[in-house]
């Protein structure tokens, strides 16, 4: 071991050590889960009682599970909006209480037009960071030569623009990254500077500049796995330069990096490294790519999220990164909250964090009812799918969040979960959350400016590296062929203005681009007997799902329409 490794190793086991201690407690409060989340909702209650919204409410007065089901019905984002607006003027007291600050603003894709301004608060901070201290405490207990080692951490930038009330905006990984305490940065390969660049593949080169220089890395973490996936692809496209760089002590791109950051980087960046650029070259003679399988041999795990569509992505990761590497899920988690903190390698399941936030849950065969059953966390039934809700430290009551997980068992009297797919009509291959409200606008729009009609489409997802949308349209429908490409890239435009996920996801490359296909004349019909004969109900209570979101689904569906016979086609 290296006498660097020998450092953070000593500098890190107080720290551990704290981290262990916090664990305890957090496994403790898992034995009574209902003791637990009242705690919780009560002292969520009292710290914002003092906002106007609570008290427009009534929640000022509200003291329990029941009043606050009293208060309030289920909510989602649009219900918040006069008062988020308020907060992003500055204004704090219209959502949140005197004594809980706002740090700054999560963006996240909206469900119909436009971003989410998601507040973090101090106590949310706090809540999310003791989450992450749970999970990872667990990761160096299970794998020992991390705590020699170092973290490869991409995060986004929290701070890509600031409201007219002076708020940051962009992503709490960011945050954390920008307030880690000394001896906690230390264990990074990467400064906080890099979440700042905003060109992707910008970002990715200098992150794999310095990564590259670093043999010693052991984890390996970024929210979606796509991200790893193109810093591979970045890694061999670039494999030349990137090592001439490590040599010379250089960055190729550093004209492209804002003044700023570059002045952040340059002590590090101008290492030079020719014995660790000889140990390169000498991988990429031995196996004709540039591979981080190869030029990370400690590597100890990945941490990525791996539900859902996510799991799609795991054979290219293991093919980049390693058969035999172990995959640590970092557990449900959105900018509205942490849900779940998984404990096991190579299994997304993870045990609720009933610390943090209060959780209710609506069975998934009740959640289109007028007056559905709702939960607490301790009553869920192993086997069993959930619509889930959240009661935040950052003003947030009963959120529906549109997420459906599945509960697989209990930590004590804590349910974990298992994350199953967004709601019926939310698609999210690569974390875009593309809603079908969001697709009927975009689709609408450019038919009337393409001066087309067709009643009927559907958006469904198509693997592939990297996985694309694929926009149908019967044969009859489909508008003419010299416009299709110009049609898509409208589209597509449309999408990427409504959902800042979305255009972020293109512009990355974690998306392909939009195709827009024609299906045999028919179709439409074929899947509405195809649905209804899954679920009953008359044709007059059928409804055209213009997205289905479930990739095996719409998988299924796409291979029926290729079996339709040719006679029932007509021509384009």
Same mark, same amino acid.
Not at 175 to 185: D, E, F, G, N
Not at 323 to 328: E, G, H, L, V
Not at 329 to 336: I, N, P, Q, R
């Given at each position: 071991m290296t006498i660097s490794g020998h450092l953070r190793s000593s500098a890190g086991l107080l720290v551990r050590l704290h981290l262990r201690h916090n664990r305890s407690k957090f496994l403790a409060s898992l034995q009574d889960c209902q003791a637990t989340q009242a705690r919780v909702l009560a002292s969520l209650l009292d710290l914002n009682r003092d906002s106007r919204f609570a008290a427009a409410h009534g929640l000022d007065r509200a003291r329990s599970v029941t009043d606050l089901r009293n208060c309030l019905p289920v909510t989602?984002?649009?219900?918040?909006? &006069?008062?988020?607006?308020?907060?992003?003027?500055?204004?704090?007291?219209? +959502?949140? %209480?005197? *004594?809980?600050? !706002?740090?700054?603003?999560? +963006?996240?894709?909206?469900?119909?037009?436009?971003?989410?301004?998601?507040?973090?608060?101090?106590?949310?901070?706090?809540?999310?960071?003791?989450?992450?201290?749970?999970?990872?405490?667990?990761?160096?207990?299970?794998? #020992?030569?991390?705590? @020699? !080692?170092?973290?490869?951490?991409?995060?986004? &930038?929290?701070?890509?623009? @600031?409201? &007219?009330?002076?708020? #940051?905006?962009?992503?709490?990984?960011? !945050? /954390?990254? /920008?307030?880690?305490?000394?001896?906690? @940065?230390?264990l990074y390969t990467l400064p906080a500077a890099i979440s700042q660049i905003a060109e992707p593949d910008t970002k990715y080169y200098t992150a794999l500049r310095l990564g590259l220089a670093d043999p010693e890395i052991g984890m390996v973490m970024t929210a979606n796995p796509s991200t790893l996936i193109r810093v591979a692809q970045v890694a061999e496209q670039n494999r030349e330069q990137l090592i001439r760089d490590v040599f010379d002590g250089t960055l190729n791109c550093q004209d492209r990096l804002p003044g700023p950051i570059a002045k952040a980087l340059s002590r590090q960046i101008a290492k030079r490294n020719p014995v660790r650029a000889r140990e390169l070259e000498a991988c990429v003679e031995r196996t004709g790519h540039l591979s981080p399988k190869d030029f990370w041999p400690l590597l100890q795990f990945l941490a990525v999220w791996t539900a859902g569509s996510c799991a799609a992505y795991l054979p290219? +990761?293991?093919? *980049?990164?390693?058969?035999?590497?172990?995959?640590?899920? *970092?557990? !449900?988690?959105?900018?509205? %909250? @942490?849900m779940t903190i998984p404990f096991d390698s190579n299994s997304p399941d993870g045990v609720l964090d009933i610390s943090s936030h209060y959780f209710e849950f609506i069975p998934e065969d009740e959640y289109d009812t007028p007056d559905p059953v709702v939960l607490e966390a301790h009553e869920l039934q192993p086997d069993r799918n959930y619509y889930i809700l959240l009661t935040t430290s950052s003003g947030l009551y009963r959120y529906d969040i549109c997420d459906v997980v599945r509960c697989v068992g209990f930590t004590g009297t804590t349910p974990v979960l298992r994350f199953l797919h967004k709601g019926a009509h939310i698609s999210s291959i690569t974390g875009e959350k593309l809603s079908e409200s969001q697709i009927v606008s975009a689709v609408q729009e450019t038919l009337a400016e393409f001066d087309h009609r067709a009643d009927r489409f559907t958006m469904v997802p198509v693997w592939g590296e990297p996985p694309r949308y694929e926009l149908l349209f019967e044969n009859s429908d489909m508008p003419a062929s010299h416009q299709l490409t110009a049609f898509s890239e409208q589209v597509e435009s449309r999408l990427s203005q409504s959902n800042c996920e979305y255009g972020e996801k293109r512009t990355t490359s974690r998306l392909a681009e939009i195709r827009t296909r024609s299906v045999p004349y028919g179709a439409w019909q074929h899947l509405a007997e195809m649905r209804q004969s899954e679920i009953g109900g008359s044709s007059e209570q059928y409804k055209h799902p213009y997205l289905i979101p479930d990739m095996k689904k719409a998988a299924t569906v796409r291979k029926e329409f290729e079996q339709l016979p040719a006679a029932d086609c007509v021509a384009t």
């Open positions: 989602q984002y649009d219900f918040y909006s &006069d008062a988020i607006e308020s907060l992003r003027q500055g204004d704090s007291r219209a +959502l949140l %209480g005197s *004594h809980n600050p !706002l740090l700054m603003f999560a +963006l996240s894709s909206g469900t119909t037009s436009g971003s989410k301004f998601i507040p973090v608060t101090q106590r949310f901070y706090d809540d999310y960071r003791r989450g992450w201290q749970a999970w990872g405490i667990k990761g160096f207990d299970e794998f #020992p030569l991390l705590k @020699r !080692l170092k973290i490869f951490y991409i995060a986004g &930038d929290y701070n890509r623009f @600031r409201t &007219d009330g002076g708020t #940051p905006c962009g992503n709490i990984s960011g !945050l /954390v990254a /920008v307030m880690q305490r000394r001896a906690i @940065r230390m290219s +990761l293991r093919e *980049h990164y390693g058969q035999s590497t172990a995959i640590r899920d *970092h557990g !449900l988690s959105a900018s509205e %909250g @942490r």
